[in-house]
């Protein structure tokens, strides 16, 4: 037997081993687990440079910023927890797993979001909890403000969810739709910013059209002890109404375009 067959032996010995499947799945997992916390901490690094340089210093305080990056990594630690099957909805209708869920009596948009649960990502929520004892520490807590920044966070979660569901369910028209849902958690990365930060035409689009500095902004503002986005907060709640209004005529619409991947 030749070295390149023993060399290719010995490898398929390997892929079938009990010992090498355990430590795969160990280390997929423990990377899994690690890749949120590093990018978090880096984050805050990057935001903490480029604060101490100035350029976000006249924009808002630093327990807002801090503020901002908590909610923005809870939000979209969450929405992968409960909604990450909305990432997938194309494959499902390339492989027909979408005609199974046609024939189900219930709420089909329920059950499209909610396909897939991510526990992983709720326990990646976790590391959080050093940036929350550090922006509270900087901030005068009130059960007022509390109360208000939950609201706030489950509306800016909406937000997110609702975008991300928009784009999804156009895979019923355009099967190729992956990258319109890649697109829009690309810019849910600008929550993170200060909403004063931006001008212009890109502030009005990322206020009222396609609201992602609503995601965080809001919530951020109340904690830190700033006022009110009240017209923000409003178009919040009436953006979550609206999407999902939207969302569900655009399922009827495209559902009256699907075709099954059976034929």
Same mark, same amino acid.
């Given at each position: 037997?030749?070295?390149?067959?023993?060399?290719?032996?010995?490898?398929?010995? =390997?892929? +079938?081993?009990? $010992?090498?499947?355990?430590?795969?799945?160990?280390?997929?997992?423990?990377?899994?687990? !690690?890749?949120?916390?590093?990018?978090?901490?880096?984050?805050?690094?990057?935001?903490?440079?480029?604060?101490?340089a100035g350029?976000?210093?006249?924009? %808002?305080?630093?327990?807002?910023?801090?503020?901002?990056?908590?909610? %923005?990594?809870?939000?979209?630690?969450?929405?992968?927890?409960?909604? $990450?099957?909305?990432? &997938?909805?194309?494959?499902? #209708? +390339?492989?027909?797993?979408?005609?199974v869920l046609?024939?189900?009596? #219930?709420?089909? @948009?329920?059950?499209?979001?909610?396909?897939? #649960?991510?526990?992983?990502?709720? #326990?990646? &929520?976790?590391? !959080?909890?050093?940036?929350?004892?550090?922006?509270?520490?900087?901030?005068?807590?009130?059960?007022?403000? @509390? !109360? %208000?920044?939950?609201?706030?966070?489950?509306?800016?979660?909406?937000?997110?969810?609702?975008?991300?569901?928009?784009?999804?369910?156009?895979?019923?028209?355009?099967?190729?739709?992956?990258?319109?849902?890649?697109?829009?958690?690309?810019?849910?990365?600008?929550?993170?910013?200060?909403?004063?930060?931006? +001008?212009? @035409?890109?502030?009005?689009?990322?206020?009222?059209?396609?609201?992602?500095?609503?995601?965080?902004?809001?919530? /951020?503002?109340? =904690?830190?002890?700033?006022?009110?986005?009240?017209? /923000? &907060?409003?178009? !919040?709640? %009436?953006?979550?109404?609206?999407?999902?209004?939207?969302?569900?005529?655009?399922?009827? +619409?495209?559902?009256?375009?699907?075709?099954?991947?059976?034929?």
């Open positions: 037997m030749s070295t390149f067959r023993r060399t290719l032996n010995t490898i398929e010995q =390997l892929t +079938r081993s009990r $010992t090498t499947l355990s430590l795969y799945y160990r280390g997929d997992l423990a990377f899994r687990l !690690a890749s949120p916390v590093v990018e978090l901490g880096i984050t805050y690094l990057f935001f903490d440079l480029i604060y101490r350029p976000l210093q006249r924009f %808002a305080p630093w327990n807002q910023i801090l503020w901002l990056l908590l909610l %923005a990594y809870l939000v979209d630690s969450l929405f992968g927890f409960l909604f $990450t099957g909305l990432h &997938s909805v194309s494959e499902r #209708v +390339r492989s027909g797993q979408m005609d046609l024939l189900w009596p #219930v709420d089909q @948009l329920a059950l499209l979001s909610l396909w897939k #649960v991510n526990w992983l990502r709720l #326990v990646n &929520s976790l590391a !959080a909890l050093p940036l929350l004892i550090h922006a509270w520490s900087l901030s005068e807590m009130t059960p007022g403000r @509390l !109360a %208000a920044g939950g609201l706030l966070l489950i509306l800016g979660l909406g937000i997110r969810y609702h975008l991300s569901l928009l784009a999804s369910v156009l895979s019923l028209w355009i099967v190729r739709a992956d990258a319109v849902v890649f697109v829009i958690d690309e810019l849910n990365t600008i929550s993170r910013y200060p909403a004063a930060v931006f +001008r212009g @035409l890109g502030r009005i689009f990322l206020l009222y059209i396609c609201p992602v500095l609503l995601v965080a902004n809001p919530g /951020a503002r109340v =904690l830190s002890g700033d006022r009110l986005m009240l017209g /923000a &907060s409003l178009w !919040a709640l %009436a953006f979550n109404l609206l999407g999902q209004l939207l969302a569900r005529w655009l399922y009827r +619409r495209c559902l009256s375009e699907y075709a099954s991947a059976g034929g």
